[in-house]
């Protein structure tokens, strides 16, 4: 009985691996570049007196390409139309879209340029690429995570941005004792595979 | 004045710090409402918040006093129906203040704004954000005030007119100090 019971776990742990290489073999190869904009999420949380508030972008235009095989070539750009913010209520994003904040009229549009893509194991890796936003540009680091799915592969990620880097919110509203230098945004992306040619 | 015709020391601390809360949190309330968005606007609602829990918080003694302890009968110059109208505006009283923070805290959270008590100590959100949930507890909230408004100024003016007019004991017992 012993013996049976090892000679099947000694079958199973060898045979395994091949399941595992199987599934593996089976993902199929090729760059996703086809982003599905409807799938993208860019949200932020910043504190105002200490109380996190929740915001999001409602229009982002994404453009990226990303080939597993070789991940360190990837690219990726983000347009992000600054008017299309939701930042929690009626009365901040009236106020946001106005000269102290976002300033929508001089910079409608923030940008994200990738400069480096970094794999750091696994489906992980680190983002760097120069962020602009009213104007100003500056570096931006973050982690991506890459959850591929057949043919769809969704991108997930987040980083600290400090506002008044990029003189969001100046004038009286620098006071971050009320509204924090600190904001967390994070992002959902999703893009499928380049259709074969 | 005998013992039983007295308020106990807590009763009447905790009734005087409810007191200067509610007075506080009414005009601060009216007042930042109508501020456009500012930084100051922002700490003023915060601030406003607080007091608020604070009145919440300090109801816990105080309704464990009010429930444990024999409240002093009214003076025996009191007519009937001024009793009966003195109880109902305590009891009253009591339900505003609590159901005007509580809408308060319930209001912020239905607007998507968690309350963060003294901006350290982060409140659970009884409701999810819900915008036309944070209209409708605005409006209870608001509703409310104006009630606890009138039933304040009543409470007052009642007491004032038992010192200034019917001369007797009913203020004095709540302020010792104004001992004849």
């Known amino acids: 009985m012993q013996g049976k019971k090892i000679l099947a776990a000694t079958i199973l742990s060898l045979a395994l691996p091949l399941v595992g290489m199987g599934a593996h073999a089976a993902q199929p190869a090729g760059t996703f570049d086809q982003v599905q904009p409807a799938k993208n999420r860019i949200d932020f949380v910043f504190k105002q007196m200490n109380v996190p508030v929740k915001g999001h972008f409602k229009k982002a235009k994404v453009d990226l390409v990303f080939d597993p095989a070789a991940p360190a070539n990837s690219t990726v750009r983000l347009d992000l139309d600054l008017a299309s913010i939701d930042a929690g209520s009626a009365d901040a994003n009236s106020e946001v879209v106005g000269k102290p904040w976002f300033d929508i009229k001089s910079f409608p549009t923030a940008t994200f340029v990738s400069s480096s893509v970094k794999p750091l194991g696994g489906d992980r890796y680190e983002m760097t690429g120069k962020l602009t936003i009213k104007g100003k540009t500056r570096d931006v680091t973050t982690p991506v995570t890459v959850t591929q799915n057949g043919n769809t592969a969704a991108f997930d990620g987040g980083f600290t941005l400090k506002r008044l880097e990029f003189a969001i919110g100046d004038g009286s509203w620098s006071d971050t004792s009320i509204v924090a230098d600190e904001v967390k945004v994070s992002f959902h992306v999703e893009a499928e595979r380049r259709a074969a040619k | ?180």
């Open chain 2, 1 to 180: 004045m005998n013992a039983s015709n007295k308020y106990s020391k807590p009763a009447v601390i905790v009734h005087w710090m409810v007191a200067i809360l509610v007075l506080v949190a009414l005009p601060l309330g009216y007042y930042m409402t109508d501020l456009s968005l500012s930084p100051r606007k922002l700490q003023l609602i915060s601030w406003h918040k607080w007091i608020g829990f604070t009145v919440l918080l300090l109801l816990i003694p105080r309704l464990f006093l009010r429930l444990t302890r024999p409240v002093p009968a009214p003076v025996d110059t009191m007519p009937g129906w001024q009793r009966a109208v003195a109880s109902l505006t305590h009891v009253v009283l009591y339900v505003l203040i609590i159901a005007v923070p509580l809408t308060g805290w319930l209001m912020s959270s239905a607007k998507g704004f968690p309350v963060v008590y003294l901006g350290l100590i982060p409140l659970p959100d009884l409701v999810g954000k819900d915008e036309a949930l944070g209209d409708l507890l605005k409006s209870a909230h608001e509703v409310l005030t104006s009630g606890l408004l009138i039933l304040v100024g009543l409470h007052i003016a009642a007491a004032l007119k038992h010192h200034i007019i019917d001369r007797d004991e009913t203020l004095v017992r709540m302020v010792p100090l104004l001992k004849r």
